[in-house]
């Protein structure tokens, strides 16, 4: 599957932003999906997942109780509502997916990143 991410852009302390991430071809919603972000200087991180199905869903701690993940399957998009945004999330987020929920942490497929900037 090929992906497609949107929707960052520059947001102030507290704000609000929504992702999304397009999906190409038809094996979309047999595809556990997850977002990831990368600030300057350090590694790679899980934000959270979502199931095939969308019946199930995590978190990294550092996002739980402001970030959701959702997906339409109809649309071929799954999406992070970020919301109370700090300037520690301020990253590359990208989008990525797996048809084995399993390997979410190492998920096959990428889409290109999405710049997020939390000014203070």
Do not use: H
Request: with cysteine.
């Amino acid at each position: 599957v090929q992906l497609q991410a949107s929707g960052g852009g520059l947001v102030q302390t507290g704000g609000s932003l929504r992702l999304s991430c397009a999906a190409s071809g038809n094996t979309f919603s047999s595809y556990a999906m997850g977002w990831f972000r990368q600030a300057p200087g350090k590694e790679r991180e899980f934000v959270g997942g979502i199931s095939w199905s969308g019946d199930s869903t995590e978190y990294a701690d550092s996002v739980k109780g402001r970030f959701t993940i959702s997906r339409d399957n109809a649309k071929n998009t799954v999406y992070l509502q970020m919301n109370n945004l700090k300037p520690e999330d301020t990253a590359t987020y990208y989008c990525a997916g797996d048809q084995d929920p399993l390997n979410l942490g190492n998920p096959e497929s990428w889409g290109q990143g999405t710049q997020v900037t939390v000014s203070s």
